[in-house]
């Protein structure tokens, strides 16, 4: 695996020695085309994964061991993001949206975000997340509505993973108490409840919502 993310890592750089050597091979007449064949394809499908697939393998790494800076330092390494392959590019601007929400720069995380989804993911759970982290930026600004839209739309979508589907549920929740729709906001947050979201911060805010919930009509 570290040999495959060292070829990765230096891939431009290693294809452009395959196709000097194989081009001086040729120029020299120290061996004619077709003995070079293979120098020349390594040295294309290299420089063609470079730049149309990029180096986002890279980034699990330090992403999981919360080397921020490296992960930043690897996005940064892709010099034409608009070459990518189109999955791939959405889930470049993903991650540049989750950088930008860590340091609290919504909007350069809606807009990396938007992008994403105007893209499409080659998950439907990744798209849910998605709309997740677009709803709740949108209610931070107070924009109740677009809020709304943008969290039913990652329900349907489907979202990765049971604390994130909860935290949607939750939000519903909290968008219906706002509207005084007291079923609906029921219905809602029994479904987080149900998931029996582990996250401290999640469960907190259930029990914070029991509190009151059992009290209102509806």
Known sequence: MKF???????RFWLSLIVLLAAIILNITHAAGFWPTFPLYFLAVIGLASHFFIGPLRLIQEPMEAGNIEEVEKIINSIWFPNLLYKPVRSTLYTIKGNLAMMKQD????EKHLKKSSSLGSPMPEAEGNNKLQLGMMAMQKGDMKQGESYIRAAIRAGIGDKESEAVAYLQMCQIFMNKREFRAAKDFFRKAKVLKPKTQQVVDQIKEIEKYISRIPG
Do not use: P
């Open 106 to 109: 919504f909007d350069s995380a």
């Open 4 to 10: 495959y993310n060292i070829i990765i890592k230096y």
